[in-house]
């Protein structure tokens, strides 16, 4: 199976449909592969043409898969497997389960790790295995924050290595996902107690570098020491940079080694959003108690707080669900449901459309439409355009907090007990075949 390189890269082509087209690499694979939060490009975007537009229990529904315990973990997919974490609603039993494709069948359903005690003050709107997994190579990474990291086999779900060493109460309860880049795999530890970015060997689990944060929080509270952010890498002027949110600061981190190149500073604690690149700044969500969103250009050394922020916005911008860009148009939901359009260039907003509910899946998008799914079981579709246009309110039985997959032309949604392939059955009848077996790379 054709890999993909998982950075952004300052590359760009004139017009939203083919600054799309860039940032996806135009590839058909990509269409059959989601393999970390956020998908292949970790933006939320997909090259589909025929998403479906609406759904139900009992319409368009190809499958539907119930998944024991309580996981908010989003679906990663490789070929003709899907790839989830659970684990049982005291968090003492942790889970990998694997899911074909094709049919919604139970490949591996294996228990990872057992806990004799968890941490406590665990959030009732958090989960024990919230960080989604990662699929490189023949593995899947599945990270539990300080209950365990572990390599599972994608051929028999065996575990190849493991590591259960590594400190961090994160309080209200784990939710980074990790990353690969080249042979690393790269993750956060923000808790009250401990606070880290760290990389491990991903072919052994040894630890490679360990970059203690080096943030001035203002504060004895530890609650407010805790982020939930998941790392980027970026490539701009031939320089690989890890963008790495953390409470009251991000950091840009040399990938290889830690060491910091730049940071930018903000008031706001429990960072959770992961940020975009489009190739010239960072758009970050800065996270509680009120987000703000700031623009960042990525050239600078130091501290950039006063040399380097393009412009930050303080309305609309959701704490929790992470955004997306399409061409200049930068799509942010809030988390009690107002999603705005804001311009990439100056961050003004020039649409909004009130949903309500609450809203902590990220928004994901096609070449055509926008998907966004809320705790109640809501989900909408919206057209992309000069005048965005509610094209559907699709309801199911429960909500989600895991954030939708697009694979070819159906979403894989997973609600609080199961796992749904969304299509048209014209869809699923032509794309179905051509995908590979279970284990075939």
């Known amino acids: 199976?054709?890999?993909?390189?998982?950075?952004?890269?300052?590359?760009?082509?004139?017009?939203?449909?083919?600054?799309?087209?860039?940032?996806?690499?135009?590839?058909?694979?990509?269409?059959?592969?989601?393999?970390?939060?956020?998908?292949?490009?970790?933006?939320?975007?997909?090259?589909?043409?025929?998403?479906?537009?609406?759904?139900?229990?009992?319409?368009?529904?190809?499958?539907?898969?119930?998944?024991?315990?309580?996981?908010?973990?989003?679906?990663?997919?490789?070929?003709?497997?899907?790839?989830?974490?659970?684990?049982?609603?005291?968090?003492?039993?942790?889970?990998?389960?694997?899911?074909?494709?094709?049919?919604?069948?139970?490949?591996?359903?294996?228990?990872?790790?057992?806990?004799?005690?968890?941490?406590?003050?665990?959030?009732?709107?958090?989960?024990?295995?919230?960080?989604?997994?990662?699929?490189?190579?023949?593995?899947?990474?599945?990270?539990?924050?300080?209950?365990?990291?572990?390599?599972?086999?994608?051929?028999?779900?065996?575990?190849?290595?493991q590591r259960r060493d590594l400190p961090c109460n994160h309080y209200r309860g784990p939710g980074s996902s990790p990353i690969v880049h080249k042979d690393l795999l790269i993750f956060h530890m923000d808790g009250f107690d401990y606070q880290?970015?760290?990389?491990?060997?991903?072919?052994?689990?040894?630890?490679?570098?360990?970059?203690?944060?080096?943030v001035e929080y203002g504060t004895d509270d530890g609650d407010q020491y805790k982020a939930f952010s998941t790392p980027l890498v970026i490539t701009t002027e031939?320089?690989?940079?890890?963008?790495?949110?953390?409470?009251?600061?991000?950091?840009?981190?040399?990938?290889?080694?830690?060491?910091?190149?730049?940071?930018?500073?903000?008031?706001?604690?429990?960072?959770?959003?992961?940020?975009?690149?489009?190739?010239?700044?960072?758009?970050?969500?800065t996270g509680f108690s009120k987000a703000k969103m700031l623009a960042v250009r990525v050239d600078g050394t130091g501290d950039v707080t006063d040399t380097h922020l393009d412009w930050q916005q303080h309305k609309g911008v959701g704490s929790k669900p992470s955004p997306v860009l399409v061409g200049d148009d930068l799509?942010?939901?809030?988390?009690?449901?107002?999603?705005?359009?804001?311009?990439?260039?100056?961050?003004?907003?020039?649409?909004?459309?009130?949903?309500?509910?609450?809203?902590?899946?990220?928004?994901?998008a096609s070449q055509a439409h926008l998907v966004a799914v809320d705790h109640d079981g809501l989900g909408y579709v919206f057209s992309i355009g000069t005048q965005p246009q509610l094209v559907s309110e699709n309801r199911l039985p429960e909500g989600c907090n895991a954030s939708p997959a697009i694979v070819g032309d159906s979403l894989i949604l997973r609600t609080n007990s199961a796992l749904y392939r969304i299509g048209t059955n014209e869809a699923f009848e032509n794309k179905s075949p051509d995908l590979p077996s279970a284990g075939l790379r």
């Open 331 to 364: 799509w942010v939901i809030t988390d009690d449901g107002i999603l705005s359009r804001f311009n990439r260039h100056t961050g003004q907003s020039d649409w909004q459309h009130r949903l309500g509910g609450k809203f902590s899946a990220s928004l994901v």
């Open 238 to 285: 031939g320089r690989d940079q890890l963008i790495s949110p953390a409470s009251m600061a991000c950091l840009s981190l040399d990938p290889m080694t830690g060491k910091e190149l730049w940071r930018v500073r903000y008031r706001e604690h429990s960072t959770t959003v992961r940020p975009l690149f489009d190739g010239q700044r960072l758009y970050l969500s």
């Open 1 to 161: 199976m054709m890999r993909t390189v998982r950075k952004v890269t300052r590359e760009w082509l004139g017009g939203p449909l083919a600054v799309l087209l860039a940032i996806l690499g135009g590839s058909s694979a990509f269409s059959q592969s989601w393999r970390e939060f956020r998908g292949d490009q970790a933006n939320g975007l997909s090259l589909s043409s025929n998403l479906p537009l609406e759904w139900s229990e009992q319409g368009n529904v190809l499958w539907k898969r119930d998944i024991h315990g309580r996981g908010w973990s989003s679906p990663v997919v490789d070929g003709n497997q899907i790839w989830l974490t659970t684990a049982t609603e005291d968090g003492l039993k942790m889970y990998v389960i694997c899911v074909q494709l094709d049919s919604g069948a139970i490949l591996h359903d294996q228990l990872v790790f057992e806990n004799a005690q968890v941490q406590p003050d665990y959030h009732v709107t958090n989960s024990y295995a919230s960080p989604t997994p990662v699929i490189e190579g023949e593995c899947v990474y599945v990270h539990f924050g300080a209950y365990g990291t572990a390599c599972i086999s994608q051929n028999d779900a065996r575990v190849v290595w």
């Open 196 to 214: 880290y970015a760290i990389a491990l060997d991903r072919h052994t689990g040894q630890t490679v570098w360990r970059a203690d944060r080096q």
